[in-house]
């Protein structure tokens, strides 16, 4: 049989219990809720970042198209003049041989 004292003890115990529920379920809230802003703040923060990303990769693009045409432009200029140069050897080429076969001739 409980005695006055530690039937308040058990009321007492009891109301702590339900504060401490209560508490609990008040910080859930807020850790729920800060766990909801950080998501929103996550999801600005990537999306941020996908359209710094593409912005990035268009320049890139960009860049790398003038660059290809920079190059193919001077691989042009550089095969004109290899071929130029081909033809100068060539000419000299021919000319030994003509030299040769009128020494052997003459």
């Given amino acids: 049989m409980a ?12 109301a702590a219990d339900k504060i401490l529920d ?3 379920t008040v910080d859930n809230r807020i850790v ?10 996550f999801a600005a923060f990537k999306a941020e970042l996908k359209e710094e990303f593409a912005a990035f990769k268009a320049e890139l693009k960009e860049e790398f198209a003038a660059f290809k045409a920079e190059l193919k432009e001077e691989f042009a200029a550089f095969k004109a003049e290899m071929k130029q140069e081909f033809a100068v050897f060539e000419a000299q080429i021919r000319a030994e041989v003509d030299k040769l076969k009128e020494a052997k001739f003459a």
Avoid at 3 to 14: A, C, H, K, N
Avoid at 32 to 41: H, V
């Fill in 32 to 41: 729920n809720e800060e766990l909801k802003q950080l998501k929103e703040e």
């Fill in 3 to 14: 005695t006055g004292w530690q039937e308040s003890v058990r009321e007492i115990l009891d």
């Fill in 22 to 24: 209560r508490i609990e």
